[in-house]
T-cell receptor, first 113, second 110 residues
């Protein structure tokens, strides 16, 4: 068990509101990732982090920002949520030497009305 | 841009059958390939990871092969069980980003 906790697990909110999702790991792995999973699109990378305050964009980063002020926490923020951001969001970490994500959290189901 | 395709999209087999899931990718410049399992409402569980220099990996009843030059991987499941029912995803790593296939939804009937 890689000790990944995502919160909240479910959230319903309205268009235009800010939303922050949290990913917490119990160890000190360097690489952390945020993915979204949508029918017909599979899993796509939003942002990733390779250390405290070190982040980079993924394939679908528009409308999202991230922060990592502590090794164990990686936050994903939707500044002004839109209906197209309704999705299931997964956090992942790499426990390998290198950056391949291997362990995933149980996901956050986000609905934007 | 890397594209990953999984065939078939869905598969239903009786318990005890051996089965093969297929994964193909368009760019052979990969570091590794992973097979994951996803149960409904859950995250992904890594089953096998094959480095680009390897040809196959085995774990219990699972065997994954990799042919990088042809852009193909297979996941072989021996003596399938109802508990193997899940969605199986393959993903290739070309550097700081996994590209996933659409998955194969497997149902093993008792």
């Amino acid at each position: 068990d890689a000790g990944i906790t995502q919160s909240p697990r479910h959230k319903v909110t309205e268009t235009g509101t800010p939303v922050t999702l949290r990913c917490h790991q119990t160890e000190n792995h360097r690489y952390m990732y945020w993915y979204r999973q949508d029918p017909g699109h599979g899993l796509r990378l939003i942002h990733y982090s390779y250390g405290v305050k070190d982040t980079d964009k993924g394939e679908v980063s528009d409308g999202y920002s991230v922060s990592r002020s502590k090794t164990e926490d990686f936050l994903l923020t939707l500044e002004s949520a839109t209906s197209s951001q309704t999705s299931v969001y997964f956090c992942a970490i790499s426990t390998l030497e290198g950056s391949t994500p291997q362990h995933f959290g149980d996901g956050t189901r986000l609905s934007i009305l | 841009k890397q594209e990953v395709t999984q065939i078939p999209a869905a598969l239903s087999v009786p318990e005890g059958e051996n089965l093969v899931l297929n994964c193909s990718f368009t760019d052979s410049a990969i570091y590794n390939l992973q097979w994951f399992r996803q149960d409904p409402g859950k995250g992904l569980t890594s089953l096998l990871l094959i480095q680009s220099s390897q040809r196959e990996q085995t774990s219990g009843r699972l065997n994954a092969s990799l042919d990088k030059s042809s852009g193909r991987s297979t996941l072989y499941i021996a003596a399938s069980q109802p508990g193997d029912s899940a969605t199986y995803l393959c993903a290739v790593d070309a550097g700081n980003m996994l590209t996933f296939g659409g998955g194969t939804r497997l149902m093993v009937k008792p």
